[in-house]
């Protein structure tokens, strides 16, 4: 089972999609919070690995991928398979790639960079890299004032 960080860094990855003109069309596990990307079908399985989330573009029909990575997540043998075949998966018929969004909090930045050069896509043109700052992530709070304390 997904950990709560990890699902609200896949909500902020599927965010940017939808911002970026996908409609999300599966998503893995539940979205918090009521999310309705919570009853989409589990995104299917290319070349062994299976994507977060996916979406397409109407205007284009352009394919988009979604990760989402915790810090302990990044740097793993299953990580380096999904990045390089989603990172490298190229539109049938076409020579451009399939967009691919990875989403991490930004405690994790370095490690991706490790990763990301490791596989060949650090500077690839179809990677869009979110930064998800921790305090926004983290199991504790996820924004909420009622893990604070706070003092009237």
Known sequence: MPS??????????ARRMVKDGFIVSGFD????RGEEWSSL?????????????WG??????MVAFGEA????????????????????????GAKVCCLLYIAV????VYELDRVLI???LLRAKNLVRLH??????????????????ISV
């Open 29 to 32: 596990g539940s979205a918090p």
């Open 105 to 108: 909090p930004h405690s994790a």
């Open 69 to 92: 990575k915790t810090f302990h997540d990044i740097d793993t043998a299953h990580t380096r398979r999904q990045l390089e075949v989603l990172g490298k998966t190229k539109m049938k």
């Open 4 to 13: 709560s960080t990890h699902q609200w860094l896949l909500v902020w990855a």
């Open 56 to 61: 397409q573009r109407k205007q284009d029909q």
């Open 132 to 149: 998800i700052p921790d305090i926004l992530v983290e199991e504790a709070s996820h924004g909420s004032r009622q893990s604070y304390l």
């Open 118 to 120: 490791d596989v060949g």
């Open 41 to 53: 079908p589990t995104p299917f399985t290319f070349h062994g690995v299976r994507a977060d989330v």
